[in-house]
């Protein structure tokens, strides 16, 4: 009998390196990787593509509501489809990703969301990143890892993403952005980003990618043997 198909849930603030750190993970498992805040930039991209206002919190509840999204493995990767369509790329761009936060305040779309998360989520198998993974989406997850840096190494890490994917960006610029989703995600009433009590606190800010991927691979092993 082979290792068991566990839930890796992974945590943290914008900017610990969630994303690269848990498709690696994935990768190392063969689990699928799921980016939840994915999610709520596909929300906010289809919001803004259909005029709806992301301060109308029932209108963004019922688009959340409707809207089918799927992660797929294809030949670059895992995709993100919102009703078949491939919003992968659209869904990165510097106003859908600030634009998630403000749909993510509203405790219908993430209670519509979570809902989404759970289906995807419910054969095991997967390597899901957030800010309530562990908290809220799998509170039963078997391993749950929160990802921390100091705020300066993840201003810095964010600023270095966007001018590789070509967007204008100034790192001052990019600290207070992150000041500014810190707080949001933190003082929120729906789901507020809290660090599980059995979450393994794992600081990034002197870690590369790899070495943070290895850390919790090692769990992960742990965890599939058990």
Do not use: C
């Not at 489809?81 to 219908?108: H, K, L």
């Amino acid at each position: 009998m082979g290792a068991k198909q566990i839930v890796v849930a992974i945590d943290g603030p914008s900017g610990a390196g969630k994303g690269r750190v848990a498709r690696g993970v994935a990768e190392r498992l063969g689990s699928l990787y799921v980016d939840s805040g994915a999610m709520y930039r596909a929300v906010a991209l289809v919001a803004l593509e259909q005029g709806i206002s992301l301060e109308d919190g029932d209108a963004v509840a019922a688009l959340a509501e409707r809207l089918r999204l799927d992660f797929k493995r294809v030949p670059e990767g895992v995709h993100v489809f919102a009703d078949g369509r491939d919003v992968t790329e659209g869904i990165r761009s510097p106003e859908a990703s600030q634009s998630a936060s403000r749909v993510a305040v509203f405790p219908e779309v993430r209670r519509h969301l979570v809902a989404q998360q759970q289906r995807i989520g419910a054969e095991g198998g997967i390597v899901m990143e957030g800010r309530d993974i562990g908290t809220v989406v799998f509170p039963r997850a078997e391993l749950k890892v929160f990802l921390d840096a100091s705020k300066e190494e993840r201003a810095r890490r964010r600023h270095v993403q966007h001018i590789k994917q070509g967007h204008a960006s100034s790192l001052e610029e990019t600290l207070r952005e992150i000041e500014a989703r810190d707080r949001r995600d933190s003082e929120r009433a729906a789901s507020p980003l809290v660090r599980a009590e059995d979450a393994v606190y794992v600081d990034t800010t002197a870690l590369s990618a790899d070495e943070t991927v290895e850390v919790i691979v090692r769990l992960a092993r742990e965890r599939e043997g058990k």
